[in-house]
């Protein structure tokens, strides 16, 4: 018997819908003409509390720490445990296994648990589903793989999870502890990817806090030539006076002096540099799931869960591909589908889809087909489904639009143009400008101004000119402008600054190493990250817009933890790491020995870590804890906070310590 294992019931019927007939639904499992199909809920097996490897754990003390076990344990998660059954026995009964987790990381692990955890020696093959269109779930079907030649993916979702496990565990005791030692009765919670991303937040409102407006000047002069008006701007000399640290005119003096000499005879200037270098911008990129969910929330205002959410409703009604991908290329393979799903998208209901699908030219091939950048998925594309946008909601027809769209300008001609840098003397003074004429606007027609992420201060419209030419002086003006301080994030922008981790490090080394890092945290989980540490209370939303504002609890963490903690610098780099692993260059268990290894230097240095005193009763005795209110056996009493390093105890009068019976506990 051949049994197919899927990540989840939906996906289960779907591949029982192609095999051979007939079909029969059971309870856990849908019988074929061609095996047995069967399915998880996620991952069926979690991983072993601290508490389920020795009960003393149960239990917060310093002195335990850290826990690190010798043997991992996976445990059967209760809900689970039916469906566990399940496919415990149908794997006893099964001839040959088809692992059919999703295309990614966590996909490959959430099966391959299962079966080493039941014992299994049958021979297991791998089917990879990008999408769950008819002709996809053929194509897969039909192109079965070896389920070892994705051993590396596993043990790279081995690592990670047994990596967060050590710092998840042991440094939220070791952090909380020596913060309720200091009277703080909260619990901290730090992980490896969301306390770099908190921290994030925490830095930028700092900087918002400290931030002083500087007020400067720009001066731009008007110039005729023969041919036209155009505006250049001035660019000082290092030796200028008047300017700020940021090279800035910020001196008003010097800006009206500056008029005065610009405006005084001669009024003849020249254009001492003219070049034109013809320039083509490439398709953007099809989307992977961060570059849709920061798209998304930039044009929709959509949070990241909601379009990830979204984009899943979109796969499981066969219109999209895999959502929950890294990459944002296509393999060459599926290029042949290109007239198909063209063909389709000239049917949509939205009338500048179908315009755009109807002038796109399948011929065209962008740098977006290219089988060395594809792993276990590709980007988000439609599928050759048809959708006309019927029976979809708003924020299915938008997320979509935004997929459709993408896949489109693929087909659309590069964007071409001439940019022509000018610089101009007058006064002894150098001034430049720049201007672009667009040859062809290709597919940036389908973006209109959101295709131009930066736009320079000094890029219009020039005549035509060359070096040498004399042009004559107009009029000039210094415009008053003011710094503004950074914007706060919002789900999609700090979602965006997790991605583009590299922006973030402090070593100025692995800043240039982390560009071709894919930021923090996977593309799942970094839109979970950001809503946990909404509903956990250390981040909050503000105004329409929803800003993101850290809370006081978020303040007291990151102050707390040290920096290697809250800079993503290692963080990042342990996704680089992980990255290597499942390509087969890192190994599982030396990962794990330095994991284990930072872990008890971390826990060591939280023992003596001192948080500032919470309470309105400081410890006389050892003045590091604070006295709180206990129940003891012959009732309330007062202990200090740095119970057991500091005995101090002493009965409680009117609801308050009495401080001078401090010699016995007398309530214990």
Avoid at 35 to 46: A, P
Avoid at 82 to 109: C, M, S, Y
Avoid at 434 to 451: F, M, Q, S
Wanted: charged share 25%; net charge neutral.
């Amino acid at each position: 018997m051949k049994l197919f294992i899927a990540e989840k019931p939906s996906l289960g019927a779907e591949i029982a819908k192609y095999l051979p007939g007939p079909l029969t639904r059971r309870d856990g499992y849908i019988t074929t003409g061609d095996g047995v199909v069967t399915w998880g809920f996620g991952h069926i097996l979690r991983q072993a509390e601290p508490g389920e490897y020795d009960p003393k754990y149960e239990k917060w003390r310093m002195e335990d720490l850290p826990i690190i076990p010798e043997t991992w344990k996976l445990v059967v998660s209760p809900s689970c445990q039916k469906q566990f059954d399940v496919i415990k026995n149908l794997i006893d009964e099964a001839t040959e296994i088809v692992h059919a987790g999703d295309p990614d990381r966590e996909g490959q692990l959430l099966i391959d648990e299962v079966l080493e955890y039941v014992g299994n020696q049958k021979p297991v093959k791998r089917v990879l589903l990008n999408a769950l269109d008819e002709k996809s779930i053929r194509q897969a079907l039909a192109g079965l793989r070896d389920n070892q030649d994705f051993q590396n993916l596993k043990q790279s979702a081995l690592a990670r999870a047994r990596a967060d496990w050590l710092i998840g565990m042991n440094f939220s005791r070791a952090f909380t502890l020596a913060a309720q030692r200091a009277g703080h009765r909260t619990t901290l919670p730090v992980g490896r990817v969301k306390t770099p991303t908190l921290a994030l937040v925490v830095r930028r409102e700092r900087e918002i806090e400290s931030f002083q407006l500087v007020d400067y000047f720009t001066v731009k002069a008007d110039f005729q030539h023969e041919n036209g008006l155009f505006t250049a701007y001035w660019k000082p000399a290092e030796n200028q006076a008047g300017l700020d640290a940021e090279g800035r005119l910020a001196d008003n003096a010097v800006a009206q002096a500056l008029l005065a000499k610009l405006t005084a005879p001669p009024q003849t200037a020249e254009v001492v540099q003219c070049e034109t270098t013809e320039k083509k911008e490439p398709q953007r990129l099809p989307l992977s799931l961060s570059s849709l969910q920061v798209l998304a929330g930039r044009k929709f205002g959509y949070d990241p869960q909601l379009v990830l959410d979204t984009a899943q409703k979109l796969y499981e009604k066969k219109l999209a591909t895999y959502p929950r991908s890294d990459c944002d290329f296509l393999p060459e393979s599926q290029l042949a589908d290109a007239a198909v799903i063209l063909g389709n998208l000239r049917g949509n209901k939205v009338a500048v889809l179908a315009d755009w699908a109807g002038r796109a030219d399948a011929r065209i091939r962008s740098r977006a087909w290219n089988d060395k950048k594809i792993t276990a998925h590709h980007a988000i594309i439609p599928t050759v489904e048809k959708c006309s946008g019927a029976g979809l909601s708003e924020t299915e027809q938008n997320v979509y639009f935004l997929i459709a769209q993408a896949y489109i300008a693929q087909f659309f001609p590069v964007h071409a143009y001439s940019q022509t840098k000018v610089a101009v003397r007058h006064a002894a003074e150098n001034f430049t400008a720049g201007g672009r004429i667009v040859r062809e606007l290709g597919w940036k027609e389908l973006y209109g101004t959101d295709a131009d992420e930066k736009k320079e201060e000094d890029e219009g419209t020039l005549p035509p000119m060359e070096s040498g030419d004399k042009v004559d002086f107009v009029q000039a003006a210094a415009e008053k402008k003011s710094t503004r301080p950074p914007g706060r994030f919002t789900a999609a922008t700090l979602l965006a600054a997790m991605k583009e981790i590299h922006k973030y490090v402090k070593n100025q080394e692995l800043k240039k190493q982390l560009k071709d890092v894919s930021g923090i945290g996977t593309e799942a989980t970094r839109a979970t990250i950001i809503t946990e540490l909404l509903t956990r209370g250390f981040l909050r939303e503000e105004k329409k817009k929803k800003f993101l504002v850290p809370t006081a609890s978020a303040y007291l963490l990151i102050d707390a933890l040290p920096e290697e903690l809250t800079y993503p610098d290692s963080t990042a780099l342990w996704e680089n790491i992980l990255r290597q692993m499942a390509e087969g260059s890192q190994s599982l268990e030396e990962f794990l020995r330095r994991q284990a290894e930072y872990t008890a230097e971390i826990c060591a240095q939280a023992t003596d870590l001192r948080f500032a005193l919470k309470g309105d009763y400081p410890c006389p005795r050892c003045g590091n804890g604070v006295m709180q209110p206990r129940n003891g056996k012959n009732g309330k009493f007062w202990g200090c906070s740095q119970y057991p390093a500091c005995r101090n105890s002493c009965n409680d009068k009117d609801g308050a310590p009495d401080m001078p019976l401090q010699s016995a506990r007398a309530g214990g």
